[in-house]
Structures are given as structure tokens and as C-alpha cells.
T-cell receptor, first 113, second 115 residues
Framework: DQQVKQNSPSLSVQEGRISILNCDYT??????FLWYKKYPAEGPTFLIS?????DKNEDGRFTVFLNKSAKHLSLHIVPSQPGDSAVYFC????????????FGEGTQLTVNP | DTEVTQTPKHLVMGMTNKKSLKCEQH?????MYWYKQKAKKPPELMFV???????INESVPSRFSPECPNSSLLNLHLHALQPEDSALYLC??????????????FGDGTRLSIL
């Protein structure tokens, strides 16, 4: 049972445009959500997170939106840059599980110059 | 640059070998994690240490043996591995496991190949 889903395996965007990466979840007990970026041959790098008590969190070019009623979150990157090309993982934590993160399958973002 | 350092970066071993993966962090984090990641798949949690005590073992086979000698170090001892254990092994750390909404920070991993 996949509790965190990223339905788009890949996304291609022009430089300067907005990239929108989506993530859906099924577990209503998830209370903390994170986005990680992963380049080949490197570990995942933490990008941005959001608590379930918020619906938006912004950090520079990155904004995460959370829609609890739809069990959906999205990551917006504006403007997109070629260096943003990477695999993006959505992850979620259930408060009672302490530290266990459940990851989505990832979305390969390609930003074309 | 990652603040979680893993060694070695690559490891090739036979099924009868014994080897260890090492992880170090100097961020004062009290929670450390081992993950396994297969190609084109998300990381899968293996073990969690909280304040140097094993708090989660995700039913990992005993051929993987974790050890946390102190709050900065985490080892993963490997013995009699199988070819299907070939994967990227990632270490991560966070401030603690409960209460705070704190992200886990990952190292670059050890690429393990079992012959």
C-alpha cells in the first residue's frame, strides 16, 4: 500500500518558467511533509517542509502548498533553473511514528535552457 | 556539501566477506538513520538510533548489523550479503526523533555491489 504517491515520473520545463511537482497521500495521520532533491551519485538534499497546521511555506524560489482536505501537496519552483534538474522526492511523517519518513517514488525534473 | 559524511563511497564485496559502512555527523544531532535505496526507487528505512539506542528496526535481516558507538558515529556491519543487497546505502541524521518538526539530513551514500 503506497501511502505517498508522486504520479508523474518526469516533468520537463523551460528555464524561467514555473515547475509544479505534485504529491498525494492517503494517511490522514501524516503531520509533517518534506521535499528532497536528489542529484545522481549524491544523497537526497532537504529542500523545504511544511507542518500540517499550515497550508503554505515559502523559501526563496521554492513554495510548498498543502491541501489537507484533498490530501495533496505541491512544490512550486519559480523561476526554474537548469541546475534544478534532479529527482524530487516527497516525504511524509506520521506524528505517532516519531521519525519514520514515507517517501514517494520521485519525479525527474528537467529544466531546459 | 553534505554535513553527513559516509565512507566508503563505493564498496564491492563477495558474499562471504565482512565489511562495515561508516557514517559521521557533527551537527549535534541525536537521531541517526540507515536507509537502503534501489535504482529508481525511494529510500527505504532500515534502522533508527535515538540517543545512541536502537529505536526502530524495520525487520531487516540479521546479515545487516547496526552500531552507534557515540552520538556522532553510526556503523552498518555487513556479513554474508546476497546479490539482491546491492544498493545505495544512505545515512541520515536529525536533531531528534520525536516532538520537533526537523528534517533528516542525508549523506551521499555508499554504493554497495555484492558479487
Amino acid at each position: 500500500d503506497q501511502q505517498v504517491k508522486q504520479n508523474s515520473p518526469s516533468l520537463s520545463v523551460q528555464e524561467g518558467r514555473i515547475s509544479i511537482l505534485n504529491c498525494d497521500y492517503t494517511n490522514s495521520m501524516f503531520d509533517y511533509f518534506l521535499w528532497y532533491k536528489k542529484y545522481p551519485a549524491e544523497g537526497p538534499t532537504f529542500l523545504i517542509s511544511i507542518s500540517s497546521i499550515k497550508d503554505k511555506n515559502e523559501d526563496g524560489r521554492f513554495t510548498v502548498f498543502l491541501n489537507k482536505s484533498a490530501k495533496h501537496l505541491s512544490l512550486h519552483i519559480v523561476p526554474s533553473q537548469p541546475g534544478d534538474s534532479a529527482v524530487y522526492f516527497c516525504a511524509a511523517r506520521e506524528g505517532t511514528s516519531g521519525s519514520r519518513l514515507t517517501f514517494g517514488e520521485g519525479t525527474q525534473l528537467t529544466v531546459n535552457p | 556539501d553534505t554535513e553527513v559524511t559516509q565512507t566508503p563511497k563505493h564498496l564491492v564485496m563477495g558474499m562471504t566477506n565482512k565489511k562495515s559502512l561508516k557514517c559521521e555527523q557533527h551537527m549535534g544531532h541525536r537521531a541517526m538513520y540507515w536507509y537502503k535505496q534501489k535504482a529508481k526507487k525511494p529510500p527505504e528505512l532500515m534502522f533508527v538510533y535515538s540517543y545512541e539506542k536502537l529505536s526502530i528496526n524495520e525487520s531487516v535481516p540479521s546479515r545487516f548489523s547496526p552500531e552507534c558507538p557515540n552520538s556522532s558515529l553510526l556503523n552498518l556491519h555487513l556479513h554474508a550479503l546476497q546479490p539482491e543487497d546491492s544498493a545505495l546505502y544512505l545515512c541520515a541524521s536529525s536533531q531528534q526523533t520525536l516532538g520537533l518538526n526537523q528534517p533528516q539530513h542525508f549523506g551521499d551514500g555508499t554504493r554497495l555491489s555484492i558479487l
